[in-house]
């Protein structure tokens, strides 16, 4: 049976405190309230068995409990388990006659709060002191955590939502860009040579203007398709999608002289259209920001754990270490069109597919000129 002890109204200037005791021997639990109540204004209640206990600390909700280790029916550490039972984050402090070196250190490791000996009760304030302020740091972060947490998924809602409106604006925005290119196209048929020099000029840059703007509608659509759609992974071999990238690239790899060097690549976890889309925008890449010499991309795999890093190395005009995080957001060129063309989208596509994959790509100056890049992809399970 429970019963109730109260120290009466609360005291001025002392903090309330809820205890539930779980104690047998009258003389000791008056002894440990008299203690308690030099510090606190204290409302208690005490319990001897651990139905009781159950029953009343879901009731209470205390704000520490003091247990004593040996009872007749059960011991004070089994409240603990009921604790977790409930999931009830409550300080539980042994209160204890007789407790060993190797006894109190078992308890601690059980997940006990704290212990104190009973002809060291001036102690026990302390102790409860320190397990409040405890209990409340263990709160503050659990609320950081889940405010965190809800930041995290609401931003990645958003996301997910700007990308798919992304997708379905740069899909619907195709049909009047083609009547206006279709348009402009029979105006230039029609009356090019026929106005004046600078109608020509005008009907020229709306024909380059309406061209970049398909360009970058179509680039769009490419990156938020690739944004916004999952990556089914299965067993992929390196070497057939370096393989099919190269065949997708032929007048460029032919006109530039450029040399692929690679073999040996491993089979991953990966999905094998998008990985020979990471291959291709980065030969691509070598090819279009080449130097005076002929390219050379050389690409090789190390295993590191459960994923492998695969580097993909030119002998191009490298990057400056300040671009080199820059390049891999979405439209963004460190030169001007007419020194090479493309819109910036390609890097923000590999990077797209390569954190679908659960990986991380980079991009560093390589000795003697160049750039390496380097990204992760999950291992075959073994």
Not at 359 to 376: D, E, L, M, V, Y
């Amino acid at each position: 049976m429970s019963s109730n002890v109260s120290m009466g109204c609360k005291i001025e200037n002392k903090t309330t405190l809820r205890v539930l005791l779980v104690e047998d021997n009258g003389a000791d639990l008056e002894l440990i309230l008299d203690e308690l109540g030099r510090s606190f204004a204290i409302t208690s209640e005490v319990v001897q068995t651990a139905a009781e206990f159950r029953q009343r600390v879901k009731a209470m909700v205390p704000d520490v409990v003091l247990a004593d280790y040996n009872l007749v029916h059960w011991r004070g550490t089994e409240a603990l388990t009921i604790l977790r039972e409930e999931d009830l984050d409550i300080p539980l402090i042994l209160v204890s006659g007789v407790l060993g070196d190797v006894i109190a250190v078992d308890c601690i490791k059980l997940g006990i709060t704290d212990y104190v000996l009973k002809d060291s009760l001036g102690r026990l304030p302390v102790a409860v002191r320190a397990a409040l302020q405890d209990k409340k740091l263990r709160q503050e972060r659990r609320q950081a955590q889940e405010e965190l947490r809800q930041k995290v998924e609401e931003l990645s809602r958003s996301n997910r939502d700007l990308e798919q409106f992304a997708y379905v604006a740069s899909h619907h925005l195709q049909e009047p860009l083609r009547v206006v290119t279709a348009n402009t196209q029979l105006l230039a048929q029609r009356y090019r040579g026929r106005l004046d020099e600078q109608a020509d000029k005008y009907i020229d840059h709306a024909l380059d203007g309406v061209g970049r703007m398909h360009g970058l509608i179509q680039d769009l659509l490419a990156f938020s398709r690739y944004a916004w759609q999952e990556a089914a992974l299965r067993s992929t071999d390196c070497n057939e999608a370096v393989a099919q990238a190269m065949k997708n690239l032929p007048a460029a790899i032919l006109e530039s002289g450029a040399t692929i060097k690679y073999e040996g690549l491993p089979r991953l976890m990966a999905n094998g259209s998008q990985l020979r889309q990471v291959f291709q925008a980065l030969i691509g890449n070598a090819i279009r920001f080449r130097s005076p010499e002929a390219p050379v991309v050389e690409i090789s795999a190390e295993k590191q754990g459960a994923e492998w890093m695969l580097s993909v190395a030119d002998n191009g005009i490298g990057i400056s270490t300040e671009h080199a995080e820059d390049i891999f957001a979405i439209f963004h060129r460190l030169h001007a069109p007419t020194e090479y063309p493309g819109n910036g989208i390609g890097l923000s596509i590999c990077k797209k597919i390569v954190e679908r994959h659960g990986g991380n790509i980079a991009a560093t100056s390589r000795a003697g000129g160049g750039t390496i890049f380097k990204f992760t992809l999950p291992a075959l399970p073994a």
